[in-house]
């Protein structure tokens, strides 16, 4: 509904001893990366002990509560699993390209979920069918499952076989392939996408996140390594680092705006970052700057917004309500300039800005119009001044790596200069954080910025 | 509910004009098919006028009439497609089994629809599997499929790929499949499966049985012949008999049970087949035998006492009531012995029966658990003897081309005496058609008969 | 979807002893009764050993197979409990319409339901709302709940409320009252309506039919008397005659169309009054009169089809084969001239008509478009002459005892004489039961045939 | 899910002139008050040039994005209509429970929806079922739409006879009558519950909240007085004070928890009472007090901990991050120490909570379970003391007026001292608001604070 980039899907996967079930913890697991995709949800789960890749699966539309209730988790039953996401960028939205994908294949089944994307789908896809492997999806998910298929009939194992697939795979990707005996992830060597390894007890996990790892009860070990592939069996887990390389390139926009602020990504934890961001944004003002209030667009500003106002010394506060009772099936006004139901999502606390000085913090802008209406239900009930200040740098280049932005005309800050955009929206002034200032949110980390500064890893 | 053979499979393809829809009329001729299949449906269409293989495709567990409505048949849009119903025999009852099989491939997207089974499927998908072609479901539709797909990679046009994909199946099949410019119909060389040729204007039609076609407003060409495969383009259709051979072996079943009584399939009307079958029975008669009422158990049964009521001079007469609304959700009761209530779909006319000698006609007995309670309803109304007759010989032999007996422990006549079945029916007597008799019904036809006599074509 | 005169609904009602459970029963009987309405069902049971009239209540619109599923009769525990199918005729089709009623009233809940209608419902209406009673639907059934309500307060007991309320109400009505701890059921005093008492141990049962009452398990014990109510408690049956008469009226569409044929009704077995039926067609034929083959109009035709060529010794033979999948859910075709789908679901076996002259037999004729379409379908497949035969009068008068035909501009019968029908629907004679045919088919019984006569009961 | 005091419901109604449609707008009504009872939602609405009440009804289980999609509110159609949220307090957890209530009585129908509750519900009724009045519902709203019914063969039109009615009434209640050309709201003579009258163009609505007038389009006018009863026809509004009184009541509760905070309730905004709240919490602490971090349970301790932060100084900070996606039908843990999944809904932001001395700010302690692994969550975390503050005072006596705590034994503070639950909650201290802080809240104005004080207004 709002202005936002949307990440492409969150993953998650558990090995538990024989006996024990998997599916609930995959439940919550998929819960708490339910913020990484909202158009379908899926699990497979299969029992080691029992006959080979005898899986039962359930994927659909819609959210993790509405495509499993407790019948269907009772259904799912098995030690080894995986479960998947999705927000559509590729492969469009269709029912067949919920994930799982689950195949049979020489080897019993194969089940594999996928967050990213592949920039060389397309070849590889035209190898394949060369090579007679039919598609039943348009996604590249498939593509990667029928690479590592591939590569299985040279290799002694699967884990063999993904490293093989990998050799030959372009882009980003986290991937979480579920063969009869085995659990592996497997990282792109950018580390564009982020995959954390955890464990409780004698299980382990693999997730997109730290907090779907904790949500499943579990402890993080560490992040996966770029270009690693791990191995679980029942005897543990095994590492094959071979593809890990020195230039690694991990995306800021987890940071910026994807993953849950509780989550740590690659040793930062995500709220920190973004408040980190915040503080960047304030010590950039100009010395004789004043307002009267920060106030963050709920949810995505409110962290920058902290950190600014406690760097900035001007006071924190609440300025909007927001209906969280909104969903994807709420019926829209008809008319065109309300219609995408800003006023209805968010409601301005009178009391707090009236006659006030607000520094208003969002995470991006991406098309522009939803900031627009912002600013003027400010105004509207009363705001002195509105100076929007954005925790990211303009976003001026399309991402090939598995987010919805595919090209460039999408992007106000493209074809437009802050003094456009500013005026655009109708703030008093406009300002964004400097890609110099990712040092200050992160650390020294191999960055992925392709977005801000158009330099592309791959 | 009762105690039948089950026939897996309707197919129905339809090739229109550009510009015409041919959904509803695959709606129509599927919804003349359901007989043949009421687990799940399944259609895809696409407009050979737009993008290869760009197809719509709609498949559900349930009846025809739950998986479209209006709305799904609105969006079904495109002058070429294939439809299906289905009983699953090989591959289980998974909603994923459900046909179209839709699969993306080198030339685009490729339909096909399947009636029968290969007798040599786990042999062909081995060797699919060794090719790094995975399969999505657990059915040899699939298996076919792919032999088409990989054939195709060597072959011009897809209807030189089907054939030479036929070469290497055993076994019974009436399939379609839809190339993006084409419709490809193929029987089986012994002709097992029906398949039949129809148009209307300028569109062509194939189904598996007469009746469809008449129900989407076509008219009968003629039965595609035992082998044969027809490729209907936009510019008409054309006939490949390369595979023709002199040896058929039409399913008798269809004549005697599985096809609606208003089909003529392979040039014999079903109805009339059934009545002979009534009249050859009556002939067999001992000279003295006396009865005072010739009834048929609804539906099966009825045309066949019709047939004996002719020869015999003994009046026809209605016996049961049959209480339409008894479907797959009925809930059954919960005590043993009425737990496939017979008596719930069934109820005897007292007043028909009363006092009367009886002569009970149906068209076979599989288990003979129905049938011994339907005789204990005539008794329990008044009936003073029950004679039952069955216009098929006795059920001894598993099928293997696609009918839902495959093993010959569920066969009551496998393992006991026409006395002893008698004995465990409650009849005055009993006794069944010959597979002499065969001639009189469909006249002299190459046929299958290895459920009667163990002689398997292939 | 056919041209037939619709029976509005059918009542179900058991009292079992304490820590039986009636739900299973009831669902029983009501899909025995199915044929009296699809448009919505419904059940209230209660246990009368627990709070009085704590009431589990479950209605809806659909079939009964589509209304309860095992849950929900696992959900509905009692030992007392009243159902009803409904096809709509006054009160509209709303889901708040659907039965049965159930209220809270001074002496606990009361559930009811109703087959028939109040000619005087609209007095009785505007009298309960002026005592500031108001109501929930728009039916009849729920004017008659009002009534009885009303009389408690002033009656000693339900029953003698139930008389009470009977003594003002004009119509047609068999009516089903569950108290707290009764069961009420009472037949208005013409006995235009049937109700059966049956009984299975020590349960008691009523029921539009007896067919009903034997699908429950029990046996009927014998027809409640016009102007009779039956009350049934733990200490078993007891009877009011005080409004019974002499003048009875059953109405006669019961044996024509709207009952089973396995329903025995006031003493007479509806098969054998269909028969008859047709032996009074046959009868009354021209000397001179010669056909080749009798056949009737599935289904509700087949029995008078019988006793027609019972009679007059030309072969009786099955014409149509009937697509029984057909249901409410169909999608129509949607060009008008074939907008009722007639084809769809009847089409001709063409051996058996061929060349023939068909005397062809229907129970009524309505609007007459349907019967068109089947005499065109019938000549279409080389009938050579086509006589319809309709085993009832021609149809003039609306009714107002609870069937669907309120005025009778929708009566074909009722503007144009039978040689002008007999030309509309193409056949090549028509001819019609008589009015004095009756005593045949039932004996000499007081019968309403208003439709017919014009002759009202009331 | 979480441990919180439940209101009972929201009211919406909107009276358009004639020709334009209140469908819609009621819905955004009803969305923006979801957040007082997500059970079941309704809205009924007719066209007051049309028959009289003549209305269409929707209402059902589930959110208002449930029960209503585009399709049915364009079936809605009419320029008058009321809407109902509820959350069941009295009248239990029924499907017909739901409102509005809908009854066709002497003027036409009548459509009531009610937030609150009736005290003398049961003896109204008793007279009720006396006069014969049955009832469909187990609510004591269809008591008072029976009283309502009942005046209104007394009086000369609606408005008159609401008044009459509310003359017998005892309890709390904001409703809103839909009489065939009126609208009428009325607020109890104590103003418990909140009622507020708005306008867009020349359409009048009354909403349980002004967030709901603003959200579909409108202004807010004023507040409805307690006891006033205000009808809307279409010539405009007229009140009616004659049973307005100088005792008023607000329940402080609306200000707490309950409303909405960027709702405007009887002239005070509830965001600025909330702060108002913190500041005061603040101002009560020891002089020494000193602590790192001042953060609030989102989303119900935020604007309380703003306050408090602010006064203080001590910093106001996130320390949770709430996953937004887990609903009514979320699975819980089945072991028994996790079984409210507050681990699942909130988790620890751990940089913002680590070695600090956290101030946590809820607004109030119900049974105290949720707060104990709140303060759990925060140890775990690295937090080093947890002081909880409550932005209410201790509960302690039910609630009468349609909330969901009706005994006192479910509240902790009921039978322990404050030193017991600090300890039972594992916190370092614990305090709460006092009484007589609510005139810093709210100002000089009549309340309801019986759930704190014992002292009843009725």
Same mark, same amino acid.
Request: include cysteine; charge should be negative.
């Given at each position: ?21 998997? $599916? ?17 949800? !899926? ?48 492969? #469009? ?12 294949? @020489?080897? !019993? ?53 993904? &490293? ?34 955890? &464990? ?12 779907? @790892? ?44 994807? $993953? ?13 970052? &973004? ?139 493209? #074809?437009?200069?802050?003094?456009? @955009? ?37």
């Amino acid at each position: 509904m709002f202005d936002k980039l949307h990440e492409e899907c969150g993953v998650f996967g558990m090995y538990a001893p024989i006996g024990q079930s998997v $599916a609930k913890d995959i439940y919550y697991g998929l819960t708490a990366l339910q913020h990484r995709g909202q158009e379908s949800a !899926g699990m497979a789960v299969w029992d080691t002990a029992g006959e080979k890749g005898n899986l039962t699966l359930k994927k659909d539309m819609g959210l993790v509560s509405e495509v499993f209730d407790a019948k269907t988790l009772g259904i799912l039953s098995g030690n080894l699993g995986v479960g998947h996401v999705r927000y559509s960028t590729t492969g #469009g939205s269709r029912p067949e390209n919920a994930q799982p994908i689950a195949m049979h294949y @020489i080897k !019993g089944t194969l089940a594999l979920v996928h967050n990213g994307n592949l920039t060389n789908a397309d070849a590889l896809k035209e190898q394949q069918m060369y090579r007679g492997q039919a598609h039943y999806t348009t996604t590249d998910s498939e593509v990667l499952a029928y690479e590592v298929i591939s590569a299985r009939l040279q290799c002694g194992c699967v884990e063999d076989a993904v &490293r093989k697939a990998a050799e030959g795979l372009k882009g980003g990707y986290a991937v979480l392939v579920m063969s009869p005996r085995k659990l592996v992830g497997m990282r792109d060597p950018f580390g564009l996408k982020p995959l954390i390894l955890g &464990r409780r007890g004698e299980a382990y996990m693999m997730a997109s996140e730290s907090a779907a @790892i904790e949500a499943a009860g579990g402890e993080v070990i560490r992040d996966i390594r770029p270009g690693e592939i791990v191995t679980v069996t029942k005897d543990g887990i095994k590492s094959d680092t071979s593809l890990c390389s020195d230039k690694v390139a991990h995306c800021i926009f987890e940071y910026i705006y994807f $993953a849950r602020n509780d989550s740590v990504i690659d040793g930062i934890e995500v709220q920190s970052a &973004r408040m980190k961001a915040g503080e960047a944004l304030a010590k950039r003002e100009d010395p004789g700057f004043e307002a009267d209030l920060v106030a963050g667009v709920p949810d995505s500003g409110l962290s920058a917004a902290q950190g600014y106002a406690a760097y900035s010394q001007i006071p924190f506060g609440f300025a909007f309500h927001k209906n969280s009772y909104i969903g994807r099936s709420f019926i829209k006004p008809a008319n065109e300039e309300r219609a995408d139901a800003v006023h209805m999502k968010l409601s301005v606390l009178k009391s707090a800005v009236k006659n006030k000085r607000v520094v208003l913090i969002d995470d991006s802008i991406v098309r522009g119009n939803t900031m627009k209406q912002i600013v003027e239900l400010l105004r509207k009930n009363g705001a002195k001044e509105v100076h929007v200040r954005i925790s990211s740098p303009p976003f001026l280049h399309p991402c090939f790596y598995g987010t919805d932005v595919a090209n460039s005309s999408q992007l106000i800050a493209s #074809g437009h200069s802050t003094e456009q @955009i500013c005026e655009s929206i109708g703030a008093d002034s406009l300002s964004y954080l400097q890609i110099a200032d990712f040092e200050t949110m992160v650390g020294k980390m191999g960055l992925c910025t392709a977005c801000f500064s158009g330099e592309y890893p791959v």
